[in-house]
């Protein structure tokens, strides 16, 4: 094996799960390691699902951006992350604070997209309809 294939074939990101031990908040999801991949100036998060969960929906995200040559945008809706015609959608994440490991490898100030799941109408948190428990999901 090369040094080009032994790169090629090394992961994108490194997924972290937070979660609160005595379950008073949502956990939450964040990578490490996209801003620092050419081409990418950016992590992506997600709140409120479970960790194999997340790393499925990050992973989900991350492959569609890159086989459609996209780049994270406000409101951008991705439509082969999840089953049965649902989408993503993306947000610039607010509040970045928690996401510790991604601001000690790409600086404080790394835009951080969150990825915001539907609930079973297709609506997402923050929409007028959404109709979940907006604290499953807080919007970061």
Known sequence: MSLSSDIAAAPKHI???????DGLKPPFSYT???AARPGRAYELSV????????HA???GVV???D???LEPAEGLELDNVLRDGYLVRLRRAVDT???TRAQLLAGPDVPVWQILVPDKW???PGDKHYSDDPDAQPLM
């Open 32 to 34: 490490s390691g996209l």
């Open 67 to 69: 086989a459609d040559h």
């Open 97 to 99: 604070s928690e996401c």
């Open 63 to 65: 492959d569609q951006l």
């Open 57 to 59: 929906v990050i992973n």
């Open 47 to 54: 709140t409120g699902l479970p960790g194999q969960w997340a």
């Open 122 to 124: 297709g609506f997402f």
């Open 15 to 21: 997924t972290h799960h937070v979660f609160d031990a």
